[in-house]
């Protein structure tokens, strides 16, 4: 299995990316596999909270998995994406789904961390978006970031691509993180928080969960509705996103 899931105590269920030989990025399987869990979860009333995390120390998730082939259709106007699945609001799960992250988590996960209601690293954590060294464009994941911070960091995460990093502190200065814990400690520190939520009506809390949503789904909708036209304008061909990719530079400031 792809994807393990743990029954924590008292409502919370631990959900871990295990893929830790590919930094846990996600394969058509693991796609599959989330999607599936989260209808799942949906349906499964003696789980009222998720948290969410990926397995060993080196990375949360790093994305599409470079070796997932995805045949696209012809229509300029098409778009498959298989991680436009993999979040809980897509399987419209209102339970608060925490996530954890320790080590790298860049591209593709950012469409896990934009469906979180909240995130918790460690001071190892750190965020990058590869896309634009690679001749992509960063449509869905900069929409999920532009959501979650201010738009100008947004922007220079996205933008510096692979030369930079963004730091645990400054993703917890900027409000994309709220807590902070030593290395190692995401999991056990999001655990605390799920089981408080956990411990309140069921009702209240998904309510609440709705409620925020709500705030910013018609900003929210409007990019997602653009950003396969984006794509499909602004990408590169296959075989020079994988030359780019081959000749990458693997020195990157940490900010």
């Known amino acids: 299995m ?22 846990n990025a996600i394969d058509l399987a693991t796609a599959a596999r989330l999607s599936a869990l989260w209808r799942d979860l949906r349906r499964d009333d003696s789980v009222r909270v998720v948290v969410l995390t990926g397995a060993g120390d080196r990375a949360f998730c790093t994305g599409l998995d470079r070796a997932a082939r995805v045949p696209q259709p012809a229509s300029p106007y098409s778009l498959d994406d298989p991680l436009l699945t993999v979040g809980p609001k897509a399987a419209d799960l209102w339970k608060p789904v925490v996530a954890a992250v320790g080590g790298m988590a860049c591209g593709g996960a950012f469409y896990l961390l934009g469906e979180a209601e909240f ?7 750190t965020f990058f978006d590869p896309h634009t060294s690679y001749g992509m464009v960063s449509a869905y994941e ?7 911070m201010p738009v100008g960091e947004a922007a220079r995460l996205a933008l510096m691509g692979t030369a930079e990093r963004l730091s645990a502190r400054r993703a ?10 030593p290395p190692g400690g995401a999991v056990t520190a999001a655990l605390r928080a799920a089981a408080v939520i956990a411990s309140y009506p069921t009702e209240a809390v998904q309510g609440t969960v709705r409620a925020v949503w ?22 590169l061909p296959p075989d020079r996103q994988a030359g780019l990719f081959a000749a990458r530079d693997r020195e990157y400031r940490l900010r």
């Open 214 to 235: 709500a705030a910013k789904e018609a900003a929210r909708e409007r990019a997602l509705a653009l950003a396969p036209h984006l794509i499909s304008l602004g990408n």
């Open 119 to 125: 995130i918790v690293a460690s001071e190892n954590a």
């Open 142 to 148: 900069s929409l999920f970031m532009a959501q979650r």
């Open 172 to 181: 917890y200065e900027i409000g994309l993180v709220s807590e902070l814990t």
């Open 2 to 23: 792809t994807v393990r899931t743990q029954a924590a105590g008292d409502g919370v269920t631990l959900v871990t990316l295990d893929r830790p030989e590919r930094h």
